[in-house]
């Protein structure tokens, strides 16, 4: 099995603990603080061993409270939900003592290396926590939803206000547009639109004008209105 598949495997195992632990591990043999970092690190797992002893009371008395607390819940979802953080916490009480272990065999290891004074290649446990109940994760999950709904809203709200707006402005371009009567009309059917093209009213000749222009059109009264004029 590659290295790749090794990490996977590890990944799931990791993801089904109750537990989240942070290693370190120490490669480099050139160091010349090495020793000492043994030292610290002897003594960060021997705070560590504590740690354990301290985390198996506080899950043991948070385990009590949930139990008690199921027995006066009257509603479905609200018993399952304290009936996963129960058997969360039940998990978490059986994994400490492979916790425990392995800072004991780091201890271990530490004091061989300080006992024979050679350096080596290790690996150990610096800190674990406990992972978020899972009726918390739930919580988180609510509150992402209730933003993302907040954030739907909001994209309604401007949404809503570009449509008032497209509105009012098609309102105020029809409310520009003037009103047709029908002469309007009318024009508009011959194909004038007087907003676009005034219409001139129509010029007329004067009377006189309407005479010559009659007389001159008429050859047998023009030629006595000439005859009538010689001297």
Do not use: W
């Not at 509105?167 to 002469?183: D, L």
């Amino acid at each position: 099995m590659d290295d790749k598949s090794d990490n996977s495997q590890e990944k799931k195992n990791d993801d089904k603990k109750s537990f989240n632990s942070l290693h370190n591990e120490q490669k480099s043999m050139e160091d010349q603080l090495y020793f000492e970092k043994i030292r610290e690190q002897r003594k960060n797992s021997k705070y560590l061993a504590q740690k354990v002893e301290k985390e198996r009371k506080r899950v043991q008395e948070m385990l009590k409270r949930k139990r008690e607390s199921l027995k006066d819940v009257k509603k479905e979802k609200d018993k399952k939900s304290i009936s996963a953080d129960c058997s969360f916490l039940q998990s978490a009480l059986s994994e400490l003592p492979g916790i425990e272990a392995e800072i004991t065999g780091d201890i271990t290891t530490l004091n061989l290396i300080l006992a024979s004074k050679t350096k080596m290649p290790y690996r150990v446990l610096i800190d674990f926590e406990l992972k978020p109940l899972p009726s918390e994760k739930n919580k988180n999950k609510d509150k992402d939803k209730d933003k993302d709904k907040d954030k739907d809203k909001d994209k309604d709200k401007d949404s809503s206000k570009e449509r008032g707006k497209e509105g009012n402005a098609q309102q105020n371009q029809s409310s520009k547009q003037p009103k047709m009567n029908s002469e309007d009309l009318r024009l508009l059917r011959n194909g004038i639109n007087k907003n676009i093209m005034p219409i001139e009213p129509e010029k007329r000749p004067t009377t006189q004008q309407n005479n010559n222009n009659s007389n001159s059109n008429n050859p047998k009264m023009l030629q006595n209105f000439l005859e009538g004029g010689r001297t």
